[in-house]
């Protein structure tokens, strides 16, 4: 069975600062992927990046970046020059294949002081 | 990107009754849906996988005859909660699968009294 782990209950940034959330899973999978998702006081669940397990290059979209070490089983999220709206419960997902069920972890609170 | 939607936002019953929340595709077809719940301060539970035309795939524990799932067309799926009690009060998440990513609806928070 797959796992996602979330260590961090809580992390808490300062603006313009930099923040890492870690994550690890296990799995005897080649092909999967995996997700962070941000999920704010709204509920609404936005996916911020996407990571495929055969891609070496680590996934970046702009503030948002990925240590992905497939070997360690780990994929952490960086957030770069944080802002007031990146507040929020950030989740990483596992999906075995294209169309597997994604498998959460249990999210990390992030909060951002001004 | 791909917009789901999810009817009604927020629903209060009584102990007893039945509930069912609707989930729609909005602009794409999508033949695999996602039925989530999530506690306060928690993850994400996957309730079952429903797939049009053909019956849903339930997750260990969770009860197919209290939580009747349709998906009779490639745009709506529904979640039924069938003879609600306050332990199933909870926040109800669906979403639905299209071009190798799953988007998300606004999510259902239902009150059991």
Redesign the interface.
């Known amino acids: 069975a797959q796992t996602v782990t979330q260590s961090q209950p809580e992390m808490s940034v300062q603006e313009a600062e930099t923040v890492t959330l870690s994550c690890t899973y296990d799995t005897s999978e080649s092909d999967y992927y995996l997700f962070w998702y941000k999920q704010p006081p709204s509920r609404q669940m936005i996916l911020v990046i996407r990571q495929e397990a055969y891609k070496q290059q680590n996934a970046t979209e702009n503030r948002f970046s990925v240590n992905f070490q497939k070997a360690a089983k780990s994929f952490s999220l960086k957030i770069s020059d944080s802002q007031l709206g990146d507040a929020a419960m950030y989740f990483c997902a596992y999906r075995r294949g294209s169309w597997g069920k994604l498998q959460f972890g249990a999210g990390t609170q992030v909060v951002v002081t001004p | 990107g791909a917009v789901v939607s999810q009817h009604p936002s927020r629903v209060i019953c009584k102990s007893g009754t039945s509930v069912k929340i609707e989930c729609r595709s909005l602009d794409f077809q999508a033949t695999?849906m996602?039925w989530y719940r999530?506690f306060p301060k928690?993850?994400?539970m996957?309730m079952a996988?429903s797939n049009e035309g053909s019956k849903a795939t339930y997750e260990q524990g969770v009860e197919k005859d209290k939580f009747l799932i349709n998906h009779a067309s490639l745009t709506l799926s529904t979640l039924t909660v069938t003879s609600a009690h306050p332990e199933d009060s909870s926040?109800y998440?669906c979403?639905a699968?299209a071009d190798?990513?799953?988007f998300?609806g606004?999510?259902t928070r239902l009150t059991v009294l």
Do not use: D, H, K, M
């Open positions: 695999t996602f999530q928690q993850s994400l996957l996988t926040f998440i979403s699968l190798n990513e799953q998300f606004p999510g």
